[in-house]
């Protein structure tokens, strides 16, 4: 179910690739409104559950829990597979009291990053916010236009090594589009 969650948001920018990924699941889009219906009541009812607790009952335990430092503050970093994308995980970041910090898709740990050198290489669905960052450093973060969209602005070379200015795009975490500025 969650994975229909994630392609629902990301149909608003790569409707074809989410078709096709939907079909390969075997799944109707039907299936996949349902799907994001019952996880946005699930976020808006009364009473709910923590964020962390909806995760747990709809992925189960995680497959993997790290500690994090980010600047001063350790955190817990939660872990899950995502079987479309058997490369990444859907990583929940944990404050040192427990609230959710950010829940988006990363790379495996141990993983190897794609090669980002021009803007060839990003193509929908290649790289997380994370890889985008560090191959085009340094990057400016921009607001997105939902809570689980993130943008990036930095300067990466075209195919011809011009320097171009771009925004890019992403949802949950994995790059969506990039465009010119």
């Not at 790379?107 to 794609?114: F, I, L, Q, V």
């Amino acid at each position: 179910m969650f994975q229909l969650v994630l392609l629902r948001r990301m149909a608003d920018h790569n409707p074809e690739r989410v078709e096709s990924a939907r079909a390969d699941l075997g799944v109707s889009v039907a299936d996949m409104r349902e799907a994001n219906r019952r996880w946005q009541a699930m976020l808006h009812a009364r009473g709910s559950r923590s964020p962390v607790s909806r995760y747990r009952s709809i992925l189960g335990a995680p497959e993997q829990t790290l500690l994090r430092t980010i600047g001063d503050l350790k955190c817990e970093a939660l872990l899950w597979p995502v079987p479309l994308w058997p490369d990444l995980r859907f990583e929940v970041l944990l404050s040192p009291t427990g609230a959710v910090w950010n829940e988006w898709l990363i790379r495996t740990p141990g993983a190897p990053a794609p090669a980002l050198d021009t803007l060839h290489d990003l193509t929908p669905w290649s790289c997380t916010v994370d890889e985008a960052a560090r191959a085009f450093a340094p990057a400016r973060p921009l607001e997105g236009s939902a809570p689980t969209r993130w943008g990036l602005s930095f300067t990466a070379p075209d195919e011809a090594g011009r320097p171009r200015q771009v925004r890019a795009e992403f949802t949950w975490g994995l790059l969506q589009r990039w465009t010119e500025v």
